[in-house]
Nanobody
Framework: QVQFVESGGGLVQPGGSLTLSCAAS????????MAWYRQAPGKQRELVAS???????NYVDSVRGRFTISRDNAKSALYLQMNNMKPEDTAVYYC?????????RGQGTQVTVSS
């Protein structure tokens, strides 16, 4: 069955860095567009970045130039390198497979940017 397990979150100071990881299973990872989403308290879920199976990336304007999405198809793993972090990056981050219906949501990983 499809499963996503996110990890790597934590508390970081403004300007700091974190790398998130997502272990995916239950489907042929390499052919799917994968994405990172985030949801802050009281706000709607937001698409942060996506990456095709061949590595073409897309970012929301607020993170472009600071975040880098990548994947390792051999390991069915998705990553998000976050640099120069800001308090507004504080949220629970989730990975998911794009353009599908019915996938379960992972538990997410909490990222808090605060001094």
């Amino acid at each position: 069955q499809v499963q996503f397990v996110e990890s790597g979150g934590g508390l970081v100071q403004p300007g700091g860095s974190l790398t998130l990881s997502c272990a995916a299973s239950g489907f042929l990872f390499s052919i799917h567009v994968m994405a990172w989403y985030r949801q802050a308290p009281g706000k709607q879920r937001e698409l942060v970045a996506s990456i095709t199976g061949r590595g073409v990336t897309n970012y929301v304007d607020s993170v472009r130039g600071r975040f880098t999405i990548s994947r390792d198809n051999a390991k069915s793993a998705l990553y998000l390198q976050m640099n120069n972090m800001k308090p507004e990056d504080t949220a629970v981050y989730y990975c998911q497979r794009e353009y599908t219906i019915g996938d379960p949501r992972g538990q997410g990983t909490q990222v808090t940017v605060s001094s």
